[in-house]
């Protein structure tokens, strides 16, 4: 089958047989030479076979519009798209996407890996082409409960499945650095088989940081400073340069996206919400804001298709070139990157921004573990456990947060929101057991004055989180969440909305225009509420990971991501210290 497929494509190439179809008049960028080239591009066999006139079974003028490879993101998690994989595939097509890499952490700390293959079996049923890696710390630190594990041993199990090419984000740094055996192990696994190790270092340096890369690990996506990333792109690891929905580093890192070290530079959203999808684009929006900035378009398309394609062993992707898979991007210009056709495997799928492909129906339960008990405002009382009182400081657009120094007060009393003064009370209720474990804090930089905001995507062991200005309303937002197994709420004194998750509590099962309509009724809802953040609901699902500096607060309790241990000073009544 696969000679007869060959000799098709040989044929094609010299014009012996008719092509399956021909692109006319195209101004082909060849990441190549960095050169664009107006040239008829020939397909069959769901690949590009050559330069030229030719016959073939149907032809396209492109009319002089500029043709590239599909767009691959280099590191993405699909569940924090908030839709379910298959009408995900159908948002990142139309803008261009056609190849991810995608870690499933998310599910993973979920469902393990039962929660994996799902994703994997869904995947397989999209024109898109999901490459994954495997979940490198599920659960990301010792300082929270998950729904699931994943040991050494089954980690190798998932690297073994097929369209695997690593291990993903290896986020407990500090257990690299002591040499923890079980990391190691995950690391040594991967390595053994011949394939890569993703990491997640953010403000790694010195001495350390070359310990990490000693292990094995060859990029980072959490760069927050351009000399922090030319330090690492200089000791030999690939920068994956982040524009997500919270986290965006694209301005502080576009002078990466020069001569010297392009090579070295791919690009990813990371987290995406279907808002920001729909508003801005996916892939083809980093290209966009890359050129406003003063990339050269040429250099900032390679990075978004030649060089993650290579580095992740895709040889037959991120290039318009005879043998080379025609996952193919139509756009009028080099500016806007708004594609008005997009070819998959040489099929068209997406046409003027609409996708004209549709997934097919989930035959069986959505999988999901969600198990609450029903929980009243005196559960969610907060005591001082010392004398300290920190709060989280949030920093709008990014996942790293500041810790605020609160006024002391005395060992045991009740420490509670004030909303006058931008102090919200912060809690996290472990989802898995039906016990409701929980922990609090403090936060700033919410801005709400009323009610209460509640999420089960909270990274990564998804947990449900929740802001409010009082207990009453956090115990109705976090109540309304379980009895929809999960998903995003706000409330007010008179009114409330919710978007139901029900995909493992974190993936909704509806299309992507409803999905969006959703958030927009909490946004509104919570601006109403006198929330001043652009993504409330993105900023909140990362106040529980604890492998992000400074202050992150689990299930477990308030986490100094620098100390990587408990601070001792909050404790929810009614629950164990």
Known sequence: MQTERLRTMIA?????????LLLRNARVVNVFTRRIEVLDVGVAEGCVVGFGTRAARETVDLEGRYLLPGLVDAHVHPESGLLEPGIWATELLRLGTTTVIADPHEIANVLGVAGIRFLILRARRTPLSFRFMAPSCVPATHLETTGATLSAEETDGVLGLPGVLGLGEVMNVPSVLRGDEETLAKIAAALRRGLLVDGHAPRLTGNDLDAYLAAGIRTDHECLSLAEAREKIA??????????????????LAPLLEAETAENCMLCTDDRSPADLRA??????????AVELGCDPITAIRCATRVPARHYGLRDRGAVAPGFRADLVVCPDLEQFRPDLVFAGGECVAREG???????AWEEPWPNRFDLPELTAGDFRLLAAGTERPAIGIIPGQLVTVTVRGTPGPRGAEVRAEPDRDVLKLVVVERYSGRGGRSGALVRGFGLRLGALASSVAHDAHNVIAVGADDDSLSRAVNLLARHGGGLAAVGPDAEAVLPLPVAGLMSDQDAATVCDSLEAL???ARDL??????????????ALAVIPALKLTDRGLVDVDRFGLVDAYCMAGCPP
């Open 354 to 360: 609409r996708c004209l492909w549709q997934p097919p």
């Open 523 to 525: 946004n509104a809802l």
């Open 12 to 20: 094609g190439a010299r014009g012996e047989h008719p092509c399956d």
């Open 235 to 252: 000791r030999g690891m690939q920068i994956i340069i982040r524009e997500g929905s919270t986290a965006r580093n694209l301005e502080a």
């Open 280 to 289: 801005r684009g996916h892939i083809n929006s980093i290209l966009r804001r």
């Open 530 to 543: 006198g929330c001043t953040l652009r993504d409330p609901f993105m900023q909140l699902s990362f106040l």
